[in-house]
């Protein structure tokens, strides 16, 4: 099964700005739909963000305004362009690919905000 690969995470100051990325190879990267989530310690995993095949996107209120998910279907790609950071948004960040065979998870790429 093809696991989804992140980068992108770092320690950003506190209305800074970060973009995640996640690479997944094979083909059915196009056929799937792509989300980004996040687990803080402590609390459970929650979704921050999802992209349709289609392009139809959904986000958290969390984030809504602030975070942006798109694809690259040409790149087996999924972004998360994360503005106006809070310290409240420091977590694990997660990306996840859910095709015909079930979902795949990456393993994590941390993500801290400094007030």
């Known amino acids: 099964q093809v696991q989804p690969v992140e980068s992108g995470g770092g320690l950003v100051q506190a209305g800074g700005s970060l973009r995640l990325s996640c690479a997944a190879s094979?083909?059915?990267?196009?056929?799937?739909?792509m989300g980004w989530f996040r687990q803080a310690p402590g609390k459970q995993r929650e979704l921050v963000a999802s992209?349709?095949?289609?392009?139809?996107?959904n986000y958290a209120d969390s984030v809504k305004g602030r975070f942006t998910i798109s694809r690259d279907n040409a790149k087996n790609t999924v972004y998360l362009q994360m503005s106006s950071l809070k310290p409240e948004d420091t977590a694990v960040y997660y990306c996840?690919?859910?095709?015909?065979?079930?979902?795949?998870w990456g393993q994590g790429t941390q993500v801290t905000v400094s007030s």
């Open positions: 996840n690919m859910r095709s015909m065979s079930g979902d795949s």
């Open positions: 094979g083909n059915i990267f196009s056929s799937s739909a």
């Open positions: 992209i349709t095949r289609g392009g139809t996107t």
